[in-house]
Nanobody, 124 residues
Framework: QVQLVESGGGLVQAGGSLRLSCAAS????????MGWFRQAPGKEREFVAS????????YVADSVKGRFTISRDNAKNTVYLQMNSLKPEDTAVYYC?????????????????WGQGTQVTVSS
């Protein structure tokens, strides 16, 4: 089992920045690819970014490319999502997830472990 706890969400004005954190416990953190997903009201959950267990590979959705960066600190068992130039359409609940796969993946069904989510609200 892997337990995940997100933090860092909040209310920010358009153009602002936030950094989300996700602390993991329970298993060897570096064995897992980590992902960030988001779900806006009335919409399906969507992939945002993924990072490999070593941190050497990242994959970011086109909708946030150039604005969001995923990183991890395996010594701290933590993955981050740095969000810059935020837009109102980035408003959503953001979830981190862990997958026992090599490299990165956007496939939601490959992530068996999920955090409880953290709300990000971007005002115009």
């Amino acid at each position: 089992q892997v337990q995940l706890v997100e933090s860092g969400g909040g209310l920010v004005q358009a153009g602002g920045s936030l950094r989300l954190s996700c602390a993991a416990s329970g298993r060897t953190f570096s064995n897992y690819a980590m992902g960030w997903f988001r779900q806006a009201p009335g919409k399906e959950r969507e992939f945002v970014a993924s990072i490999s267990g070593s941190g050497g590979s990242q994959y970011v959705a086109d909708s946030v490319k150039g604005r969001f960066t995923i990183s991890r600190d395996n010594a701290k068992n933590t993955v981050y999502l740095q969000m810059n130039s935020l837009k109102p359409e980035d408003t959503a609940v953001y979830y981190c997830a862990a997958a026992s796969v090599r490299g990165t993946t956007y496939r939601e069904y490959l992530y068996p472990y999920w955090g409880q989510g953290t709300q990000v609200t971007v005002s115009s």
